[in-house]
């Protein structure tokens, strides 16, 4: 008899969410030493697809592609004897039965409503659970837990029920797994797309602030301001009260270019290598790299599109050096319409009074204009070409070249002032006897 002939299963095809991936791993690794010490193979996890998923989170109506990979799950399960552990039945206080089968395995129907009779001592008695056998010439027994041993030989019954309870609990396992909430029974994490989308948000409506900032201006007293990070970090992990009514009272919603600027953002943090590059920049495209965002991460992640925007603001300014043609427009305390102005930047910055907008604009011949918005300038976004009012406050030099700023900027060009009436003076009435008197004819 040969109580160690084994037979390779193979488990269905499991969609797993890319942001649970890690944990099922950490916990498969966790399973393989148990199944170590009962003398089995360890269990492999092998990809064998992936695709994305559009979801929308949600208070913030945040867009993302969830990325989920296909998996299949390879192991050992132990054949003793010519027979082979199917499943488990669970006896159930409503007297239904509960069928748990060993992962790529199945039962007869007929098993759901089984007694608890056991095939090899033949008695009917109290069980609470019973196991389901097939031999390699298809028939089916069913065993008590106290006979296993017996019936395969006199082999451990802590090995084959060790390796079967090993069994279920990768069922479960896998199951749990392809579920979006399975992050709860480990380190919580969130789709990149979904983190740094809701960081262009709050970036947008709160300006950015980083955790170095944050620390320096809390002084040590706790209360100092909310790291962007952080707040991001709440709206995609969090639905409490506190998370609810900060969405609603800042306007945290997802706009179409907060979910393209994500986008750009993390493309270029991805697009750093692994050479010839500062340490910031090293560590940010291997953060960018990952398709989930930890709490450990969300920091450096969250600084992508700060960053970004900075890239593109000196890539912008390189641009403009290199035409030469940046003139000062526009005669300063006078207000004027300014037509056909690309919104080249919106650049969002925190300050003790709330947030600020620098809006940089270009004109058709290349000359550079800002303003200065109070709060958030929702009427403008960069790219758009627009029509525009403002007072021209002062001329300056911003390094290297000449700029003009703007104040009280409104949409669209003046409207042209209607032309004043003249007004009709009367000729006053003169009466004809006293013209008469004035001028007396000639006799």
């Known amino acids: 008899m040969n109580t160690n002939d084994t037979t390779t299963t193979e488990c269905p095809v499991y969609d797993i969410p890319a942001t649970n991936l890690p944990g099922l791993q950490a916990k498969l690794d966790e399973m393989n030493r148990r199944a170590a010490r009962l003398g089995c193979e360890p269990t492999v996890l092998k990809i064998v697809g992936e695709y994305d998923v559009e979801r929308k989170r949600e208070g913030t109506k945040i867009k993302y592609l969830a990325h989920y990979f296909q998996v299949e799950v390879t192991g050992q399960t132990p054949k003793l004897n010519g027979w082979q ?5 669970e006896m159930q206080p409503s007297g239904e039965n509960m069928v748990r089968c060993v992962p790529g395995q199945t039962v007869p129907e007929s098993y759901r409503t089984t007694d608890t009779h056991c095939d090899h001592c033949n008695s009917i008695r109290f069980r609470k659970e019973v196991f389901i056998l097939r031999h390699d010439d298809g028939h089916f027994a069913q065993v008590g837990r106290s006979c296993i041993a017996d019936f395969l030989g006199n082999v451990s019954v802590e090995h084959i029920l060790g390796r079967a309870e090993w069994d ?6 896998l199951k749990e797994a392809g579920e979006e909430s399975y992050g709860g029974r480990g380190e919580i994490v969130v789709e990149i797309s979904e983190f740094v989308s ?5 970036v947008r409506r709160l300006g950015w602030m980083s955790k170095t900032k944050a620390a320096e201006l809390d002084g040590g007293f706790g209360d ?19 998370t609810q009514e900060l969405i609603v009272e800042s306007q945290l919603y997802a706009e179409e270019r907060d979910m393209e600027l994500a986008a750009e953002a993390i493309a270029w943090g991805r697009s750093h290598g692994t050479t010839g590059v500062a340490d910031y920049l090293y560590n940010l495209g291997v953060a960018c790299r990952l398709d989930i965002v930890t709490y450990k991460t969300a920091g450096i992640v969250a600084s992508v599109i700060a960053a970004y925007l900075r890239e593109k ?12 043609v940046s003139a000062h427009v526009g005669v ?15 650049k969002y910055i925190e300050s003790q009074f709330g947030v600020k907008t620098l809006c940089k604009f270009e004109d058709e011949a290349g000359n550079v204009l800002i303003w200065w ?15 525009i009012t403002g007072t021209v406050k002062k001329h300056n030099d911003f390094k290297g070249w000449l700029q003009t700023e703007l104040s009280r900027v409104a949409e669209g060009l003046p409207k042209a002032k209607a032309p004043r009436k003249k007004k009709t003076v009367a000729a006053p009435v003169v009466e004809t006897a006293t013209l008469l008197n004035a001028h007396p004819c000639p006799l």
């Open 373 to 387: 918005c109070s709060g958030n300038s929702e009427w403008l976004k960069e790219g758009e070409v627009v029509d």
């Open 85 to 89: 552990l199917m499943a488990a039945i």
């Open 332 to 346: 300063v305390g006078e207000r004027q319409g300014f037509a056909a102005l690309t919104v080249k930047s919106l």
């Open 198 to 202: 809701a960081t262009a948000i709050c």
């Open 168 to 173: 279920f609990a990768l069922n479960t396992e």
């Open 313 to 324: 603001e000196r890539v912008a300014e390189m641009g403009l050096k290199a035409k030469k």
């Open 224 to 242: 100092g301001p909310i790291p962007t990070s952080s707040t991001a970090w709440r709206i995609c992990t969090s639905n409490d009260k506190y």
